[in-house]
């Protein structure tokens, strides 16, 4: 393995392009980085790293505590220690789950730079504290069409307009785990790889098929692809989500909507049908993270 070891005081290190990926660079510019190629991501824990890898997403290099590679998990349970734990102790200390992970990871990335430091040297480095024990960039694909990844596809989702990371990856990770065959964004939506969205997906992103639907008229394309669209908003027409006439649609699309204001009306009204679910103790709503997933696992039952 190609293993470099960094510290805080290595400038000639600490400020090349490589640890600045790391270091220095924000979500817009990771995006950008190989212009007008594909750009870049980071992929945060052994785990969600090794799920990326198995995607077919190519690491450039990986950052991670120097313990981990040094027999330390054998300490560890694969929790982080609590807060105001001594500083002797402090990083993420994995069990052998990860290590077998670890191992399985270095063994597909090939002769890579993987930079290590205590986990004080990489806080300094970073100016965050790495929980997770490891950080990958990685070289971003190019996207599908929307076509070509809702082909085979009966359930899927589109986000309109999602603009919150976390949202993103909470949604893309109910449609992984319930059934909903592929997702798609608009272009003002959060990225689904953007850090903080992969985390909260666990990593799902690299799991279900997703891209960004470059139409302008999103719905028409929805229906030129064959599918019967559906969209989730308050209104007195609305149906619920349990209604026969969604358990008959051979091919469906959710539509889901911005976080503030929901959907526009004209979206609404260019959908077959509008939907909500059936709620209790005059609650309207749910968050949007929380809303797909009832919806995904009632579409999951239906379509069965």
């Not at 069990?95 to 205590?118: C, H, M, N, Q, W």
Request: charged share 25%; glycine share 8%; with cysteine.
């Amino acid at each position: 393995m190609n293993v470099i070891r960094l510290n805080s005081l290595s400038a000639d290190i600490s400020n090349t392009d490589e640890i600045r990926m790391y270091t220095a660079s924000n979500e817009a510019q990771l995006l950008h980085y190989y212009e007008p190629k594909e750009g870049v991501f980071i992929a945060e824990s052994p785990k969600v790293i090794a799920r990326a890898v198995a995607a077919g997403y190519k690491p450039i290099s990986m950052l991670m505590e120097e313990r981990m590679l040094q027999g330390a998990c054998d300490e560890g349970n694969g929790q982080e220690p609590a807060n105001g734990s001594d500083n002797n102790s402090r990083g993420y200390i994995c069990d052998e789950g990860d290590k077998s992970i670890l191992a399985d990871i270095f063994s597909r990335v090939g002769d890579i730079p993987i930079y290590t430091a205590p986990f004080e040297e990489i806080t300094k480095l970073t100016g965050f504290e790495l929980t997770r024990g490891a950080l990958a960039a990685m070289r971003r694909k190019k996207l599908p069409s929307a076509g070509e990844i809702c082909s085979n596809a009966d359930r899927v989702v589109l986000m309109d307009g999602v603009v919150n990371p976390t949202n993103v990856g909470a949604v893309m990770r109910s449609a992984a785990a319930l059934g909903m065959d592929a997702v798609l964004l608009t272009e003002d939506s959060a990225d689904p790889l953007y850090r903080r969205a992969i985390r909260v997906s666990m990593g799902t992103v690299f799991q279900i098929p997703w891209t960004i639907i470059g139409c302008d008229d999103k719905i028409g394309c929805l229906k030129e692809l064959g599918f019967t669209t559906v969209a989730m908003a308050l209104r007195q027409d609305s149906i619920g989500i349990d209604d026969r006439r969604l358990k008959e649609a051979g091919k469906l699309a959710v539509i889901m909507g911005t976080e503030g204001e929901g959907l526009a009306q004209e979206v609404i009204d260019e959908c077959d049908y509008t939907a909500m679910i059936p709620m209790a103790n005059g609650v309207d709503s749910l968050n949007v993270a929380a809303a797909s997933a009832v919806i995904f696992w009632e579409l999951r039952r239906l379509a069965e």
